[in-house]
């Protein structure tokens, strides 16, 4: 799941489920409550619409991912949109070892790593490049009853991951949105092409 090739075929289809075209409305909302600040990581930037949607509010954001195809597709969609944001390919499990980011927003990307040593080595590659008392929020689709697909995880899994050298300042529930694509419908129930909003998490932390 981790290899760029993988994630390269979702960009040459456009049917991944995270393409909605928009930003995810709970990160709109965290901005608007002024949790993200300063300069901004988006890893695992995908399309690029949250890089975009920052970027066009006047944050310095750089938006990253593992799939080049994810960040050709991201640039093309910034240049249509007239805006200047900066997409780079990078590792999330190797983002370096300079702090230079303020906040770091994770948009489904954490709930992909399937073991507790690889949301460990994830943790670790943040940390480096996140300043002292700097924001990290992750949103993650969750564990329910409800109808939904994708790598769906327990609260659990964030809590044992986010230690050492974080606070955990927040954990809630809330909404991830989603394209429903013709595998996807199969396997949940859910109506092919419709919007959904599945189950997720999201959490805060604060590097210390």
């Given at each position: 799941m981790n290899s760029s090739v993988h994630w390269d075929s979702a960009y040459e289809s456009l049917s991944a489920p995270w393409l909605i075209g928009q930003p995810q409305p709970a990160i709109v909302e965290l901005e608007r409550a002024g949790l993200i600040t300063g300069k901004v990581l988006d890893v695992g930037c995908g399309a690029g619409e949250h890089t975009i949607h920052l970027t066009t509010l006047g944050y310095d954001v750089l938006g990253v991912d593992l799939s080049p195809r994810a960040v050709e597709h991201a640039r093309a969609n910034a240049a249509a949109r007239e805006t200047a944001a900066r997409f780079e390919v990078a590792d999330a499990l190797n983002l370096g070892s300079e702090p230079r980011f303020d906040t770091i927003v994770d948009s489904a990307?954490?709930?992909?790593?399937?073991?507790?040593?690889?949301?460990?080595?994830?943790?670790?590659?943040?940390?480096?490049?996140?300043?002292?008392?700097?924001?990290?929020?992750?949103?993650?689709?969750?564990?329910?009853?409800?109808?939904?697909f994708g790598p769906r995880i327990p609260e659990s899994a964030i809590r044992d991951a986010v230690v050492g050298g974080w606070e955990?300042?927040?954990?809630?529930?809330?909404?991830?949105?989603?394209?429903?694509?013709?595998?996807?419908?199969?396997?949940?129930?859910?109506?092919?092409g419709a919007i959904a909003d599945l189950p997720a998490h999201l959490a805060r932390a604060t590097r210390v």
């Open positions: 990307l954490f709930h992909i790593f399937d073991s507790a040593r690889d949301r460990a080595a994830y943790l670790r590659s943040l940390h480096a490049v996140l300043r002292p008392g700097g924001r990290l929020h992750i949103l993650a689709l969750a564990e329910s009853d409800e109808p939904g955990l300042a927040g954990l809630r529930p809330t909404r991830y949105r989603v394209r429903i694509g013709a595998p996807d419908a199969a396997r949940s129930g859910l109506r092919e």
